[in-house]
Every structure is written in structure tokens, then in C-alpha cells.
T-cell receptor, first 115, second 112 residues
Framework: EADIYQTPRYLVIGTGKKITLECSQTMGHDKMYWYQQDPGMELHLIHYSYGVNSTEKGDLSSESTVSRIRTEHFPLTLESARPSHTSQYLC??????????????FGPGTRLTVL | GQNIDQPTEMTATEGAIVQINCTYQTSGFNGLFWYQQHAGEAPTFLSYNVLDGLEEKGRFSSFLSRSKGYSYLLLKELQMKDSASYLCAVRGGSGGYQKVTFGTGTKLQVIP
């Protein structure tokens, strides 16, 4: 079973608030990812990191920012939440030694509702 | 970029066999994954193929043909709990930079 955690699991906040979604993994994986997924819809990659101090934007434009100061921690921050940010946010991690598998392990997700 | 195509929805009967297809286009292909995602939950890893052929894991098998850009996930002895979305994901890219891209998923409904 993968050891990747997300907090909070559910969050309801008002417009304009600053929020940080936490993601931690204890597997020592070098790569970490954030995905956004609406109910019944496809996964959209919004941020990824290939190691400490490395962050990149994903395929879907997002107003969020991320940081990777420690290997195990990859928080996502929204400076000013809006109703359009309402979605499920999934964090994942993987390890890629050379031509390894890069299997991604997902956290349980944070379901965000912005009123 | 990478293009991945899989059917949107499928329905199958409990106890039967179902095959979910995935076709892809990518440069520098380096592996194909299948994930299962139940409604409201996170995806979980099912299988990985990097060489041509069939990989079997209990009731689930995955096949890959790199020359055809084609894979399928085969589910045998279907159970009601197999009702979920099945995501095909491809690892590829050029110039030493590789990424994993997910398809839109196939929603499988198992009926009695």
C-alpha cells in the first residue's frame, strides 16, 4: 500500500481566501505531481516536480503555485480562491530509476468547494 | 505531445469477459500503464507494459503492441466491484525528457 497522504480531505471556504493543500509521501520518491479532476471527468496535470527545488507547470493552466523544499513534501497553494477552483485535487508520487516504470501512487485527494 | 484514445463507456455482464482498448501516439515510447479509479476515489495502479505481449495478473491482463500503438486491458470473471473507470496512461517524450500522460478513461459498468 502506498504511503502518500493529503490534508485536508474536504475543504469548504469562501471566495478570496488563501489556502494550502498538503501532500506528503514517505516512500522517498523523487517525482511528485498535482492533478485536478472534476467528478466523472479526466485527470488534468497542473504541477509536477522531479526533485527538490524543481517545479514545473503541467498541461492545464492553473492559478495555483507549488513548492518542493523537501523530498517528501509538495504543498499546493491558492492565493485567492474562486468558485471556479471547486474540484478534486489529487497528489501522486513516483520513482524513476533510469528506465524504470515510473508507476504513480496517488493520495486520497482533497475535495475543495469554494463558495 | 502524446495522444491517447479509449472508449468513453462500456457495459458488461457479471461473470463475463471484457476488453478495454487503448490506442496512442507518442515519440520515445517508454511504457504503458493501466489504472483503476472507482467513483470519488483516487486511481490505483493495475499494470505496466513496456515490451510487446501479454502481462497477466490474476483476473486482469494487459497487452501491448508497440508497432501498432495499441494496448488492451482484459478483465475476466467480472464482478460488480469491477464497475469503475479504467485509465490508460503512456510514458513517452523526446530529448531525455519523459512524462506520463493519462487518457480520459473508460467507464465500465458491470450489470447482473
Amino acid at each position: 500500500e502506498a504511503d502518500i497522504y493529503q490534508t485536508p480531505r474536504y475543504l469548504v471556504i469562501g471566495t478570496g481566501k488563501k489556502i494550502t493543500l498538503e501532500c506528503s509521501q514517505t516512500m522517498g520518491h523523487d517525482k511528485m505531481y498535482w492533478y485536478q479532476q472534476d467528478p466523472g471527468m479526466e485527470l488534468h496535470l497542473i504541477h509536477y516536480s522531479y526533485g527538490v527545488n524543481s517545479t514545473e507547470k503541467g498541461d492545464l493552466s492553473s492559478e495555483s503555485t507549488v513548492s518542493r523544499i523537501r523530498t517528501e513534501h509538495f504543498p499546493l497553494t491558492l492565493e485567492s480562491a474562486r468558485p471556479s477552483h471547486t474540484s478534486q485535487y489529487l497528489c501522486a508520487s513516483s520513482v524513476s530509476p533510469g528506465l524504470g516504470t515510473d508507476t504513480q501512487y496517488f493520495g486520497p485527494g482533497t475535495r475543495l468547494t469554494v463558495l | 505531445g502524446q495522444n491517447i484514445d479509449q472508449p468513453t463507456e462500456m457495459t458488461a455482464t457479471e461473470g463475463a469477459i471484457v476488453q478495454i482498448n487503448c490506442t496512442y501516439q507518442t515519440s520515445g515510447f517508454n511504457g504503458l500503464f493501466w489504472y483503476q479509479q472507482h467513483a470519488g476515489e483516487a486511481p490505483t495502479f493495475l499494470s505496466y507494459n513496456v515490451l510487446d505481449g501479454l502481462e497477466e495478473k490474476g483476473r486482469f491482463s494487459s497487452f501491448l503492441s508497440r508497432s501498432k500503438g495499441y494496448s488492451y486491458l482484459l478483465l475476466k470473471e467480472l464482478q460488480m466491484k469491477d464497475s469503475a473507470s479504467y485509465l490508460c496512461a503512456v510514458r513517452g517524450g523526446s530529448g531525455g525528457y519523459q512524462k506520463v500522460t493519462f487518457g480520459t478513461g473508460t467507464k465500465l459498468q458491470v450489470i447482473p
